[in-house]
């Protein structure tokens, strides 16, 4: 079974709750292309690894596991066992879809029940959700979404509307994957909340990082994304019907391109094509959902499709050109540092979106091919460099600089396009 594995030492005195988390931020300075910043708390120690699947029955059971939570009373959780270490550790998928990482020494009791896992059902989950986030808190719910706000059921019915059309829309393009495709198995939490302060207090508590730059993230941990009211104004009354709010996000493109980049990222992996915790390389994980994330402001939500050309990334891309080094493929594909490092992330990320658009517009069998690669990965398994640059070349079938000279004729021809 993927997915599953047996890890020696998880050293999960370095995990924690903030841990996974990971969002991709703009300005708001009304160009989507400038960076605000970059929050990636996507910290693996150093794992001593060995792949070992669990049984189906393992998989398939309810763990309930007592253990010491910040030197508090004991906390008792269930949950799915993905991955046990060998010195006790475990990771468990909760039944809201959230992973718990718990140290051998925090662990008072463990038990592998006679039950089989099952997620929250709707209407335990939305309990969950209120009980969390306050009586002022209130829950919509779309096919395959539930949304958690205090801003009001019609921005909130707009933003569902919004995700379940992109969520339609990646389903629709990605169809012809090489591993199929499948629906959501837990429904897709968003936290709406209805400004700003707020947002930025509860991200300060969940990723433990300043987000005062930020419209929103996504937490592989939670597996949620969370964002705020985009047409929140301190000047006029908050916008009360879904004509107020199309008109007023149509004012705000680069936000737009947030909340559907992070959007983009949770869709990723909850149908298929990635895999949470698995190592996956950063270069494609932001490239897929910078992808989709083009605004488009003849449209009434801000946003139409997959695939469109975007303007900003393209423009950086044409700024790193002439400095660019004749590594910085091979540089991109093996190793995530120059997307994490501030001082480069601009640069990186239109390469990453640059080397994305390339393949997916000309060698989309073998992108597709590449990507069920790499969801196949365990997770918590480090890939060391050989072996991405290995996965890499055997998927488009050839070396990386016979790759990287059709890629800098083809963008090229596109700059020229798009000037």
Same mark, same amino acid.
């Given at each position: ?323 660019? &080094? $004749? +590594?910085? /493929?091979?540089? @991109?594909? *093996?190793?995530?540092? !120059? ?59 050839? &070396? $990386? +600089?016979? /790759?990287?000279? @059709?890629? *800098?004729?083809?963008? !090229? ?7």
């Amino acid at each position: 079974m993927r997915g599953t594995a047996i890890v020696r030492s998880m050293n999960l005195n370095s995990f924690n709750n903030n841990l996974f988390s990971k969002s991709f931020f703009q300005s708001g300075k009304g160009n989507s292309s400038l960076l605000a910043g970059l929050l990636f708390v996507f910290i693996f120690p150093f794992l001593n690894l060995h792949a070992n699947d669990l049984s189906a029955e393992d998989s398939s059971s309810l763990y309930r596991v007592l253990f010491e939570k910040n030197g508090i009373q004991p906390v008792q959780v269930e949950g799915k066992l993905l991955l046990k270490a060998a010195d006790g550790g475990l990771l468990l998928q909760q039944k809201d879809g959230n992973y718990l990482n718990i140290t051998p020494d925090k662990i008072v009791e463990q038990e592998k029940t006679s039950e089989f896992y099952q997620p929250y059902s709707l209407e335990q989950l939305k309990e969950v959700l209120i009980k969390e986030m306050g009586d002022q808190f209130e829950t919509i719910h779309t096919n395959h979404y539930v949304i958690v706000t205090d801003t009001g059921k019609k921005y909130a019915r707009w933003c569902g509307a919004l995700l379940e059309r992109l969520l339609k829309a990646h389903t629709r393009y990605w169809k012809k994957s090489e591993g199929e495709l499948q629906k959501p198995v837990l429904p897709l939490i968003a936290v709406v909340f209805s400004n700003r302060n707020q947002f930025v207090e509860y991200a300060r508590k969940d990723v433990g990082i300043p987000m005062e730059g930020a419209y929103g993230y996504y937490s592989m941990k939670s597996n949620r994304i969370i964002m705020y009211d985009l047409t929140e104004s301190s000047r006029k009354r908050r916008s009360r019907s879904l004509k107020d709010i199309n008109r007023l996000v149509q004012r705000k493109p680069a936000n737009i391109a947030t909340v559907v980049h992070e959007a983009t990222h949770q869709i990723a992996f909850n149908i298929n094509l990635q895999t949470r915790y698995a190592d996956t390389p950063l270069w494609l994980s932001e490239g897929f959902a910078m992808y989709a994330e083009t605004p488009d402001l003849k449209s009434r939500s801000g946003w139409k499709s997959i695939g469109r050309i975007n303007r900003d990334r393209l423009s950086q891309f044409r700024k790193y050109y002439p400095k660019r &080094k $004749w +590594d910085s /493929l091979k540089d @991109l594909i *093996i190793s995530d540092e !120059r997307m994490t490092n501030a001082e480069n992330a601009q640069q990186a990320y239109s390469e990453a979106w640059a080397l994305t658009w390339f393949l997916v517009k000309t060698r989309k069998t073998q992108f597709l091919k590449y990507m069920h690669t790499i969801s196949q990965k365990t997770p918590l398994v480090y890939d060391s460099p050989e072996k991405r640059l290995e996965d890499f070349e055997q998927a488009f079938e050839m &070396k $990386w +600089d016979e /790759l990287d000279q @059709l890629f *800098i004729k083809y963008l !090229r021809r596109i700059s020229r396009k798009y000037q």
